[in-house]
């Protein structure tokens, strides 16, 4: 039997970084339980009446964020505060498939395309390693907006 996976980052402004990282993966931020949303309304402003509503004192209310794949196919993201900025390098990190199936400067010119919409979006880039065939196609190392590496792949 699978199980649904969640990945979840620590963060100091969990809206913020689920906001870039819902541009990055082309994600939506649900609408909070029992409200129904109709087309073209902000979730974020839902949330914000619904935390309101239900009684959360407002320095709580940037304390967790979550993103969803809209087509249900990746796992949720999910981003909970925590007072500690990020110390030291991630034991996991996420890839970013940005250029599925390509190789040599086609790949290359698809990730550096990518890259610099990212760093457009608020994200650092770190270093690009070339391919090296037959077992490294080339990636990028990037940082967002709070230090937390990934790779464009």
Same mark, same amino acid.
């Given at each position: 039997m699978s199980r649904a996976v969640?990945?979840?980052?620590?963060?100091?402004?969990?809206?913020?970084?689920?906001?870039f990282w819902?541009?990055?993966?082309?994600?939506?931020?649900?609408?909070?339980?029992?409200?129904?949303?109709?087309?073209?309304d902000d979730p974020l402003a839902a949330w914000d009446e619904f935390l309101v509503r239900i009684g959360v004192?407002?320095?709580?209310?940037? %304390? @967790?964020?979550?993103?969803? !794949?809209?087509?249900g196919r990746g796992p949720r993201v999910f981003f909970q505060q925590v007072p500690e900025g990020k110390a030291a390098?991630?034991?996991?990190?996420l890839d970013v498939?940005?250029?599925?199936?390509?190789r040599g400067p086609e790949r290359m010119a698809a990730l550096e395309a990518e890259?610099?919409?990212?760093?457009?979006?608020? %994200? @650092?880039?770190?270093?690009? !390693?070339?391919?090296?065939?037959?077992?490294?196609?080339?990636f990028i190392v990037m940082a967002d907006p709070e230090g937390n590496e990934f790779c464009l792949d």
């Open positions: 969640q990945v979840t980052f620590d963060a100091r402004d969990p809206r913020a970084l689920s906001s819902r541009e990055v993966l082309g994600y939506v931020h649900p609408g909070p339980p029992g409200v129904e949303m109709a087309e073209g004192p407002e320095e709580q209310r940037n %304390a @967790k964020s979550a993103l969803e !794949d809209p087509e390098k991630n034991r996991v990190h498939r940005a250029a599925p199936g390509l890259c610099g919409r990212l760093v457009a979006l608020g %994200a @650092k880039r770190v270093r690009r !390693d070339e391919p090296a065939p037959p077992l490294r196609a080339g």
